[in-house]
Structure formats: structure tokens, C-alpha cells
């Protein structure tokens, strides 16, 4: 019964958490998150395959250094601990950017705080659906932010 | 309709935007409110002085100035940010192998162990439907029963990364080449 009380106490602070921060992140980093969503809308197909193919091949070399380092940390632990570091902090971006996207699309006449709450709270509630929501859309916008953040990261100044 | 017109309606009238029965509607409120009649008179007074108002021109084309104050903003705001973001990164790696990642390690997966329990006893008790499919997806697939395979050597692991980096490398230059062919320019 502590168990059960307990995550319906860290339920709802996880979830307010999440929106929090994809908030947060909409605040401080306007550009790369603006940049992630513009990305995702106008490339959704590149977006998606720079995505997958970050994520996929990142997480073969963190897996090969992690093997290479074995349990003793090391040189090769820590470029793994840099690189999961890195990715956590793109996908970040990513799904801030997807959250606004949904938020725009969901309540395009609102404030831009209410766009990116609700779109966040829209985001982790739905990536919470059994089955398609955890291996199905989750999958989907983290992969299509993360490309989308990528993108934008990397793309030409208009001149 | 409130009691008194708004400015916004008044301003639709004066333009002309409004749709017939709605201006039909708005006539008959003006003739039984003097408030409203006055609001109206001054409202187009505004429009008229606002009309016979001369348009006045710059003197000097002021786009070449703006493009270049434009061209110094500070580019590396954005890059310090996240600049930042990577040296805190770095500094928290080191950190966490400095502290001992085996422990570390050994702590996270018994909260994780902690975790996955909770969530299955709330599941449970919150909806059935909901906990029925996390048995569900413990049967399909346990992320706990996930191990690398014992390849042996630390040769074929170098190898395996050095590969992936190199897939990593092209695959990253296929792409953004392409979105900076297509799109940015």
C-alpha cells in the first residue's frame, strides 16, 4: 500500500516535471527549440532519418565503449557517460520542440506558456498509452525532435 | 449584447465590416443610446482626423543599416548556452566517475528495480485495464532481461565502435548535406 501511495505522490510531480522543463527549456533556448520544431514541420522525413540515425549508432558506440571500459570507469566510460549525456540533452531539445509544435497546433490563439504546457502535458500523457504510446508515438517524436534539433543546430544562417 | 457598444464594434461600423443584420442591430441600439451615439461621433472624428493625415516619408532608405546592425548581433549567445550546457555535462561525467561509477551504477538500478515495482502495485490499484497491460508487456518484452553479448575480446568491441562512429559520421553527412541543399539558403 506505501508503494502504491508513494507513486501517486511521484506520478503527477514526474509528469509536472516533464512539462516543466520542456517549459523551461522554450524559455532559455527559444532558438533551438524554435529551430527543432521549424525542422520537424518543414523536413519531417530527413528530420526523422538524421534522427534514427543519431540515435541508433550513438547508442551502438556507447554500448561498444561501455563494454570497452568494462566496470572500472576509464577513459572510455566517460566519453559513453559524455555521449548519453549528449543525447539526453538533444532529445531534450528535440521533444520541447515537438511539445511546442503540439501546443500550437492544439490551442493556436493561446499564450506561448499555454501553448507549451499543455502541449507538453498533451505529449507525456499521450507517450504514456500502453503499447502504442511507449513503442509507437514516444519512439516517433523523440526520433522526429531529435532530427528536427539537429538539424536546426546545424543549418546555415539565411543570409 | 451589454448595454453599451464596444470600441471594436463601433470601429467594424465605421469601416464597414459588419454584416447586415448585425448593422441593422447596432442602428436601432443607436437610436435609443445617446452614450453609444457620442462614442460613435468621437470614434469617427478619430477616423477622420486620422484620414486627412499626411503620409511623411523617412528621407533616407534605413534597410541597409538595419541589415547590418542586424549582421553584429552577438552569434555566440545561442553557442554559449550551449556551450554551457556541454561543459556542465563534462564536468557531471567526470564527477560521476570520480565518485565511482559501480556504485553509482549498483544505486540507480536498484531505484530503477524500486521504481518498476511501484509503478506495477499503482498500476495495478489505479486501473486494472492499465495494469493488465503492463503484465502484458512484461511477458512481451523486460527491458531487465536487455544484455550486451559477451563478444570476447575488447578488439571486436573497438571495432564494433569504430564501425558505428564511421556509419555515424556518413550517415550525419548524407543528411544535413541534403537539408543544406534543399532548404537553408
Same mark, same amino acid.
Given at each position: 500500500m506505501n508503494d502504491g501511495v508513494a507513486m501517486l505522490i511521484a506520478a503527477p510531480v514526474v509528469f509536472g516535471s516533464l512539462v516543466a522543463l520542456f517549459s523551461l527549456l522554450r524559455v532559455l533556448f527559444p532558438v533551438q527549440v524554435g529551430s527543432a520544431k521549424l525542422a520537424a514541420i518543414e523536413m519531417p522525413g530527413r528530420s526523422f532519418a538524421l534522427g534514427t540515425v543519431n540515435l541508433l549508432l550513438l547508442s551502438v558506440i556507447v554500448a561498444a565503449l561501455g563494454a570497452l571500459g568494462g566496470g572500472g570507469g576509464g577513459i572510455f566510460q566517460l566519453l559513453a557517460l559524455i555521449l548519453v549525456g549528449l543525447l539526453v540533452i538533444a532529445l531534450g531539445f528535440g521533444l520541447a520542440g515537438m511539445s511546442v509544435l503540439i501546443g500550437e497546433r492544439l490551442l493556436p490563439d493561446s499564450s506561448l506558456a499555454r501553448q507549451t504546457a499543455w502541449g507538453s502535458a498533451t505529449l507525456v500523457l499521450a507517450s504514456l498509452t500502453p503499447f502504442l504510446g511507449w513503442f509507437g508515438l514516444f519512439p516517433y517524436l523523440a526520433i522526429l525532435g531529435l532530427g528536427g534539433f539537429l538539424i536546426g543546430l546545424f543549418r546555415r544562417s539565411p543570409r | 449584447?451589454?448595454?453599451?457598444?464596444?470600441?471594436?464594434?463601433?470601429?467594424?461600423?465605421?469601416?464597414?465590416?459588419?454584416?447586415?443584420?448585425?448593422?441593422?442591430?447596432?442602428?436601432?441600439?443607436?437610436?435609443?443610446?445617446?452614450?453609444?451615439?457620442?462614442?460613435?461621433?468621437?470614434?469617427?472624428?478619430?477616423?477622420?482626423?486620422?484620414?486627412?493625415?499626411?503620409?511623411?516619408?523617412?528621407?533616407?532608405?534605413?534597410?541597409?543599416?538595419?541589415?547590418? *546592425?542586424?549582421?553584429?548581433?552577438?552569434?555566440?549567445?545561442?553557442?554559449?548556452?550551449?556551450?554551457?550546457?556541454?561543459? *556542465?555535462?563534462?564536468?557531471?561525467?567526470?564527477?560521476?566517475?570520480?565518485?565511482?561509477?559501480?556504485?553509482?551504477?549498483?544505486?540507480?538500478?536498484?531505484?530503477?528495480?524500486?521504481?518498476?515495482?511501484?509503478?506495477?502495485?499503482?498500476?495495478?490499484?489505479?486501473?486494472?485495464?492499465?495494469?493488465?497491460?503492463?503484465?502484458?508487456?512484461?511477458?512481451?518484452?523486460?527491458?531487465?532481461?536487455?544484455?550486451?553479448?559477451?563478444?570476447?575480446?575488447?578488439?571486436?568491441? *573497438?571495432?564494433?565502435?569504430?564501425?558505428?562512429?564511421?556509419?555515424?559520421?556518413?550517415?550525419?553527412?548524407?543528411?544535413?548535406?541534403?537539408?543544406?541543399?534543399?532548404v537553408w539558403r
Open positions: - | 449584447m451589454t448595454d453599451h457598444l464596444d470600441d471594436s464594434l463601433l470601429h467594424a461600423y465605421l469601416d464597414g465590416a459588419l454584416a447586415p443584420d448585425e448593422r441593422v442591430g447596432l442602428e436601432e441600439h443607436l437610436n435609443s443610446c445617446p452614450a453609444c451615439t457620442e462614442d460613435l461621433a468621437r470614434a469617427r472624428r478619430l477616423f477622420l482626423a486620422i484620414g486627412g493625415m499626411s503620409e511623411e516619408s523617412l528621407g533616407r532608405d534605413l534597410t541597409p543599416a538595419v541589415l547590418q *546592425a542586424l549582421s553584429r548581433l552577438p552569434r555566440w549567445v545561442p553557442s554559449l548556452a550551449i556551450g554551457e550546457l556541454l561543459g *556542465a555535462l563534462g564536468i557531471g561525467a567526470a564527477l560521476i566517475l570520480g565518485l565511482g561509477t559501480s556504485e553509482i551504477v549498483d544505486g540507480l538500478s536498484a531505484s530503477s528495480e524500486r521504481i518498476a515495482t511501484q509503478l506495477e502495485v499503482a498500476s495495478r490499484q489505479l486501473t486494472s485495464g492499465w495494469a493488465e497491460a503492463l503484465e502484458r508487456s512484461r511477458s512481451f518484452w523486460s527491458l531487465s532481461e536487455i544484455r550486451l553479448p559477451d563478444l570476447g575480446s575488447a578488439g571486436i568491441w *573497438a571495432t564494433i565502435a569504430i564501425a558505428a562512429l564511421i556509419l555515424w559520421f556518413v550517415g550525419n553527412g548524407l543528411v544535413l548535406g541534403q537539408v543544406r541543399r534543399k
